[in-house]
Nanobody, 118 residues
């Protein structure tokens, strides 16, 4: 059974950068789609970015050009480099995984808090 653990959250100022990491254990996720999501205190969970096993990426419009998602299949990890952070990026960030032949993410990490102050 795959487990995901996020790390790298924290409190920063607007304009700063943070890198989130998510490590998978229990089984490989090399063939999974890996995604980063976020949920603000009031609001639904929204997808920030995802990356396929063959490194195709997609970003939400709100983060495109500022965030970069990468994965290392040898290390079973997925990272999210976040630059030019804004207060509206404040949220709990989650990594998720799903098989490419399914539509729903069914493996989730516990989340890591990112707080951006102005």
């Amino acid at each position: 059974q795959v487990q995901l653990v996020e790390s790298g959250g924290g409190s920063v100022q607007a304009g700063d950068s943070l890198k989130l990491s998510c490590a998978a254990s229990g089984s490989t996720v090399s063939s999974h789609i890996l995604g980063w999501f976020r949920q603000a205190r009031t609001g639904p969970r929204e997808q920030v970015a995802f990356i396929t096993h063959n490194l195709i990426t997609h970003y939400a419009a709100s983060v495109k050009g500022r965030f970069t998602i990468t994965r290392d299949n040898a290390k079973n990890t997925v990272d999210l480099q976040m630059n030019s952070l804004k207060p509206e990026d404040t949220a709990v960030y989650y990594c998720g995984a799903r098989r490419e032949d399914t539509n729903a993410y069914n493996i989730w990490g516990q989340g890591t808090q990112v707080t951006v102050s102005s």
